[in-house]
């Protein structure tokens, strides 16, 4: 690992970070935030640029790279119990470690209790990663399977909004929450390695699309939820420390990169049988992920949930509610780029297309969604308008451009929407609508989540636009393949 790496991987955190802290100094000032929580948020975003450095140094070279040969290994192993046991408890727990689905069950413990929602939706997401690996190894049109699942979504969810209207965007908020930094590199490695070891002309194509499937599992698991729980009141904890984050990181990350390192041990001994110095290398790297995770979640913790609220309250307050509209739709606009998942998610994609999807490109039109995202959020605060009707017609949408958009960009459409609602959405753009729904008075189940819901499915629509346009050059220079729709990458970039 050479300096010209870690000074790169640093350049690249750098700009990262910057312009959503850019965009959150400069509207603390113009709206008078004290200058304590300004200071926390610039110590918090410094944490993020060494957090996310470190993330991007370790994970590659350990959950990375083991996903990636643990998918190689149970396609050759050819034995199809044995399969999906394996993929049901990579999805289990990995969800179970998710850093995103712990913050996110400790905003709802007043609402369920924090272990009966981790358990459900690691369930529900190892069922859904079991269902999305053996699309890839049985090569099940995509399309086909995601209609079907989102149309038994919908109905599930118009009968859950008759029972118990506040689960279902917390159900929806559930489906961001848990694809997150720990989650999408390992499953998008997952299914490469799955991809390669198949093998066939299709195989690149097939590699994505896993974390779209994962994602609808939570969506599942919280609705049925709801039709045994009574709604409260969510609290957001306000009070809590630089130092009081930290040492409960340290401990949560423990808890989550444990079962990556168990599974590199287990397959070690019993599977690869790796050299000492590749053991030693990447045990290492899990260090760098572990503390990496530890730094990024304690910068965004600790430096925006703060800030968030407070802009968020003030704004609502202000007598011009209606800016929570333009600046949420900035904070959007500026997030998405800092998120590690998306990061990782938009170097897979550069790699496996060998930069015909250029990953500048791919950030543009998820910088897009995840802000009109936002925007439509900011609606739903200020109007209280139901939830279902931003989603049925943005999936109908969504759904409709998968007719039409080629198969490799609707995968990357779905799995691009899981990435998006990482951390950072978490810490801050979540906080931003809670303190804007305080202010109002407003049902904060029924108001302000829903958000992260928007943030996923807003990029299902902008990726598959990008890919309408991708199809059109395509078809100018006359290789698009007009049965299967199987694509040569290499010969037109956007």
């Known amino acids: 690992m050479g300096k010209a790496y870690i000074l790169e ?10 312009p959503i802290s ?3 100094i400069i509207i603390g000032f113009i709206i008078g935030a004290p200058g304590t929580l300004i200071i926390n948020f610039i110590v918090g975003a410094l944490l993020l640029i060494i957090g996310l450095t ?4 370790g994970s590659y070279q350990s959950t990375v790279t083991l996903a990636e040969s643990i998918g190689e290994y149970i396609v050759k192993k050819r034995k199809l119990w044995f399969f999906i046991i394996i993929a049901f408890l990579v999805g289990f727990f990995i969800t179970a470690a998710e850093p995103n689905l712990w913050v996110l069950a400790d905003q709802v413990k007043s609402v369920v209790a924090e272990p009966v929602m981790i358990i459900f939706v690691a369930f529900g997401i190892g069922t859904f990663i079991t269902i999305a690996v053996l699309r890839i190894l049985f ?3 995509l399309r086909k ?4 699942i989102y149309a038994i979504v919908i109905v599930f969810a118009i009968i859950v909004y008759i029972i118990n209207p506040e689960f279902v ?7 961001g929450g848990a694809t997150g930094p720990m989650a999408v590199p390992f499953i998008l490695s997952l299914g490469y390695g799955i991809s390669k070891a198949r093998g066939d002309k299709s195989s690149e194509e097939d590699s994505f699309g896993l974390i779209g499937i994962a994602a609808i599992g939570p969506i599942f698991a919280v609705l049925f939820l709801g039709l045994f729980n009574s709604p409260t009141v969510p609290e957001l904890d306000l009070s809590t420390t630089f130092i009081g984050y930290l040492l409960l990181n340290f401990k949560q990350m423990a808890i989550a990169i444990l079962p990556f390192i168990l599974f590199f041990i287990i397959f070690h001994f019993l599977v ?4 000492k110095s590749k053991v030693i290398k990447t045990l290492i790297a899990f260090l760098y992920t572990y503390i990496g995770l530890v730094l990024f979640l304690t910068g965004a913790n600790a430096g925006l949930v703060n800030i968030g609220h407070y802009i968020g309250s003030f704004l609502a307050d202000s007598g011009y509610a209606w800016t929570l509209i333009p600046i949420g739709m900035l904070f959007g606009f500026t997030i998405v780029s800092a998120e590690p998942s998306v990061i990782t998610l938009n170097h897979q994609v550069e790699a496996v297309t060998a930069g015909a999807i250029n990953r500048k490109l791919m950030m543009a039109a998820l910088s897009i969604g995840v802000s009109v995202a936002i925007g439509l959020a900011m609606v739903r605060v200020l109007t209280g308008i139901s939830i279902l009707w931003f989603l049925l017609p943005g999936y109908a949408l969504a759904l409709g451009l998968s007719f039409f958009t080629p198969k490799m960009f609707t995968s990357i459409a779905f799995d691009s929407g899981g990435a998006a609602s990482g951390a950072l959405t978490t810490a801050f753009l979540t906080p931003f609508a809670f303190g804007a729904a305080d202010m109002f008075g407003a049902n904060i189940l029924l108001d302000a989540f829903g958000l992260v819901a928007f943030v996923v499915m807003a990029p299902l629509v902008t990726i598959q636009l990008l890919g309408l346009v991708y199809k059109f050059k395509l078809k100018k220079v006359n290789v698009v393949h007009e049965k299967d729709e199987v694509i040569d990458l290499s010969e037109v970039k956007i």
Do not use: H, M, W
Not at 9 to 18: I, N
Not at 54 to 57: N, V
Not at 145 to 148: H, K, T
């Open 145 to 148: 399977l995601i209609l079907i």
């Open 9 to 18: 991987k640093l350049r690249e955190a750098v700009q990262a970070v910057t």
């Open 139 to 141: 090569q099940i049109n």
């Open 54 to 57: 470190l993330f991007s140094i």
């Open 169 to 175: 965007s917390l159900a929806f908020d559930a489906g």
């Open 272 to 275: 690869f049988k790796y050299k």
């Open 22 to 24: 850019i965009a959150i």
